[in-house]
Antibody, heavy 119, light 110 residues
Framework: EVQLVQSGAEVKKSGESLKISCKAS????????IGWVRQMPGKGLEWMGI????????KYSPSFQGQVTISVDKSISTAYVHWSSLKASDTAMYYC????????????WGQGTPVTVSS | NFMLTQPHSVSESPGKTVTISCTRT????????VQWFQQRPGSSPTTVIY?????PSGVPARFSGSIDSSSNSASLTISGLKTEDEADYYC?????????FGGGTKLTVL
């Protein structure tokens, strides 16, 4: 069974750094893209970026390019998203999601990591 | 780049059938697969349709997906509506470098 288990809730201050994680199991980690999705309170789903663990090829949404860094550690089947300097507007729920056999067709979701940033 | 446009909300009665549309602006709807996600309040999204018309195991056959090239749109149809189907529904597709979500449709079953 495919599972994506995300790290727990985070409460941070503006200007702090943060790295949240998504541990995958139940499939070949290096053979499927993994994406990150933001959902701000009461709003829709926004694509942040996507990475192919096999070679770390990464695509970013223009809205998130330069704002976050997506990475993987193949040795522990885990994907990450990192902020070097958080803003209050980064307060949101963040989901990781696995791509299917066509690449960017998103099929399996993590449970979400809530991030709260106070100013 | 391209956009996916969904109606903001739809409503229907239990037992009836509802269809939610997802219109692609920029590019051909049939070039890349469309997925549909259900998100109940307070829960993470789950996939109800992938690769245009495929249902993951565990998703009832009441959920179906289709593509219409003439209108450049995808549709999610839910038949035999149940109150538990009340949720937000999002379509998703992609091109060679970009993933796009529709804005979401709130389904009310009343």
């Amino acid at each position: 069974e495919v599972q994506l288990v995300q790290s727990g809730a985070e409460v941070k201050k503006s200007g702090e750094s943060l790295k949240i994680s998504c541990k995958a199991s139940g499939y070949s980690f290096t053979n499927h893209w993994i994406g990150w999705v933001r959902q701000m309170p009461g709003k829709g789903l926004e694509w942040m970026g996507i990475i192919y663990p096999g070679d770390s090829d990464t695509k970013y949404s223009p809205s998130f390019q330069g704002q976050v860094t997506i990475s993987v550690d193949k040795s522990i089947s885990t994907a990450y998203v990192h902020w070097s300097s958080l803003k209050a507007s980064d307060t949101a729920m963040y989901y990781c999601v696995r791509g299917g056999y066509s690449g960017y067709d998103l099929t399996n979701w993590g449970q979400g990591t809530p991030v709260t940033v106070s100013s | 780049n391209f956009m996916l446009t969904q109606p903001h909300s739809v409503s229907e009665s239990p037992g009836k059938t509802v269809t939610i549309s997802c219109t692609r602006t920029g590019g051909n709807i049939g070039t890349h697969y469309v997925q549909w996600f259900q998100q109940r309040p307070g829960s993470s999204p789950t996939t109800v349709i992938y690769e245009d018309d495929q249902r993951p195991s565990g998703v009832p056959a009441r959920f179906s997906g289709s593509i219409d090239s003439s209108s450049n749109s995808a549709s999610l149809t839910i038949s035999g509506l149940k109150t538990e189907d009340e949720a937000d529904y999002y379509c998703q597709s992609f091109d060679s470098t970009t993933v796009v979500f529709g804005g979401g449709t709130k389904l009310t079953v009343l």
